[in-house]
């Protein structure tokens, strides 16, 4: 067992054994390698490099209280990896290379799960680039995908606490027709700056508004938004929103636990009227807000000091279902035997 100081785990990276990596050439993919390496050899004119060929999703293995590894609605990421592929023109990942890779990273570093009771877990990242040479704006004609694996606390600092957020107004995450709707490191990097500022004056995570009229909430920089009033889950619909399948997950547990829910656009003024508010997505899994804070307008939306009845029960219902702790009556885990 490494010496790792499994409950006061950061969320980032954290070096493990093994990593698994395929190429895909000449209309295939080849078979999986195992490596040690912490670092590939890339072609300097690799278009993942120059033209944005990049695509990424995050999942996680959980240590369950019943000693068995978990995994989270694995064939959902690999549906969102080729979506993000079909994108950006890059060579689709099928779901057979996608779980084998995903699994035998898994299996190849246990060591690093944490242990159930810790809350922390194994992020699992897949990536997926053009690796091919070419100079001129075009599709290459090579593609690497890799998956390493790291273990992680939660993403936020806080934990399950709530966290005061920014919202901002003079800086845009993802153009209207553009690639926000899927996961890409370009609407990442589109973040960092505005995501920079926020926590230098103070603030968590940085909310974003719709890039064509600045009417309507869009997304936390890393998570989906959502809020909660008379009995109702709301969460924006906007084609700028990247999927998350916490939030598909959370729109399913808030149905069982009797709310009604609404994806639909959510304006500006209607973050007054929520009872709860909050980001959800697989690294922050829910991270409850205390207050949204408009950078421009100075207005502020405030919450509770403590997350919601609500937030914590779909916060309790989705970690005990990924952790074992109770019966997975919509299939989404995947076990993971003999690990």
Known sequence: MENIDWKNLPFGYYPTDYNLRSTWKDGKWSDLEVSSSEFISVHMAATGLHYGQEAFEGLKAYRGKDGKVRLFRWEDNAIRMRNSAQGVMMAEVPDELFFSAINQAVRLNAKFIPPYGTGSSLYIRPLLFGSGAQVGVKPAKEYMFVVFVSPVGPYFKEGFSPVDVELVRDYDRAAPLGTGHIKVGGNYAASLRPADRAHNDGYSAVLFLDAREKKFIDEAGPANFFGIKNGIYVTPSSRTILPSITNKSLEVIAEDLGLKVE?????????????????????????????????????????????????????????????????????????????
């Open 263 to 339: 994806r639909r656009p959510v304006p500006v003024e209607e973050l007054d009227t929520f009872e709860e508010a909050g980001a959800c997505g697989t690294a922050a899994i829910i991270s409850p807000f205390r207050k949204i804070v408009d950078r421009q307008t100075k207005k502020e939306y405030n919450y509770a000091e403590k997350a919601g009845p609500y937030s914590t029960k779909l916060y309790q219902t989705l970690t005990a279902i990924q952790f074992g702790e109770m019966e997975d009556t919509h299939g989404w885990t995947t076990v993971l035997e003999g690990i």
